[in-house]
């Protein structure tokens, strides 16, 4: 830290070093703090590895939900197809059944006619 003071002199403090071990040995604090540096790494590679394993397992999941979506969309193409032919005969056999009534209609009305006549 600089600190001016009257007369342009500069004034330099420094700050007070940590104490060392003899012979350039680490501090306990020193210790402590590569100990918990460690500590943080491995949890930050622990925490990425969990993410990273949660992802895939989403990935998983998603392309299974797709080849689902494609099953159920072949599945709904398909009913509507029988959908469609099962509406095409049932008008088939509606005109099918008008016809016969109308037969039916028209040869209770040839007996009726003729019964009248007699």
Do not use: W
């Not at 099962?86 to 008008?91: G, T």
């Amino acid at each position: 830290m600089e600190e001016k003071v009257p007369n342009n002199k500069l004034i330099i403090r420094l700050k007070p070093s940590k104490p060392k071990e003899p012979h350039g040995s680490p501090t306990k604090e020193e210790l402590r703090k590569e100990r918990r540096r460690e500590a943080n790494r491995k949890c930050a590679q622990r925490k990425r590895k969990r993410e990273q394993e949660a992802f895939q397992e989403l990935e998983g999941s998603v392309a299974k939900l797709r080849t689902e979506v494609q099953l159920f969309h072949e599945e709904l193409t398909r009913l509507h197809k029988e959908n469609k032919e099962l509406d095409e005969e049932n008008n088939s056999i509606q005109e099918e059944i008008s016809k016969m009534h109308g037969m039916e209609l028209s040869a209770k009305f040839v007996i009726s006619y003729a019964v009248d006549e007699v």
